[in-house]
């Protein structure tokens, strides 16, 4: 086999024991999970948080506030330029609630390492009366025997 060949395949094998790994796998579950998580709390700002809040300030439409910095001209084909700061407050909002979700979360499994550092570990049972017996042979024996041979 050639030179490159080895490479190459010593570099696809690295790849698969890389891929196999839990930790590869289970980030790349975190991820598709976090990204369907990531659509849920859009929806829920978009279409749950943020109309009321709308409500109240006189039926604003948060996704629809703006500063236009130059207007569309229809005739030059040319789009409007705006800023356009309800989009803003919505990923602000949105990022706020993912940042109280992912803080419960590591509230949680603190809370759940804390309980289990603080469980008393459970004593190593004494072991059968034959055993104890063979172990106390075992230690007369090495008393015995001289440490020079």
């Given at each position: 086999?050639?030179?490159?060949?080895?490479v190459?395949?010593?570099?696809?094998?690295?790849?698969?024991?890389f891929i196999?790994?839990?930790?590869?796998?289970?980030?790349?579950?975190?991820?598709?999970?976090?990204?369907?998580?990531?659509?849920?709390v859009?929806?829920l700002?978009d279409n749950?948080?943020?109309?009321?809040i709308?409500?109240?300030?006189?039926?604003?439409?948060?996704?629809?506030?703006?500063?236009?910095?130059?207007?569309?001209?229809?005739?030059?084909?040319?789009?409007?330029?705006?800023?356009?700061?309800?989009l803003?407050?919505?990923?602000?909002?949105?990022?706020?609630?993912?940042?109280?979700?992912?803080?419960?979360?590591?509230?949680g499994?603190?809370?759940?390492?804390?309980?289990?550092?603080?469980?008393p570990?459970?004593?190593?049972?004494?072991?059968p009366?034959?055993?104890?017996l063979?172990?106390e042979?075992?230690?007369?024996?090495?008393?015995?025997?001289?440490?020079g041979?």
């Open positions: 086999m050639s030179e490159p060949a080895k190459k395949l010593s570099i696809f094998g690295e790849f698969r024991e196999a790994r839990g930790n590869v796998v289970d980030l790349a579950v975190g991820v598709i999970i976090g990204a369907a998580f990531n659509d849920i859009k929806s700002v749950i948080v943020m109309p009321p709308g409500v109240l300030l006189s039926g604003v439409d948060f996704s629809q506030l703006k500063v236009v910095l130059k207007a569309a001209d229809p005739v030059k084909k040319a789009a409007e330029v705006a800023i356009q700061y309800g803003f407050l919505n990923t602000v909002i949105r990022f706020v609630i993912v940042a109280w979700v992912v803080f419960l979360l590591v509230k499994v603190n809370a759940i390492r804390r309980r289990e550092a603080e469980t570990t459970a004593e190593k049972p004494a072991p009366p034959q055993e104890a063979l172990m042979i075992r230690d007369l024996l090495k008393a015995q025997t001289p440490t041979s």
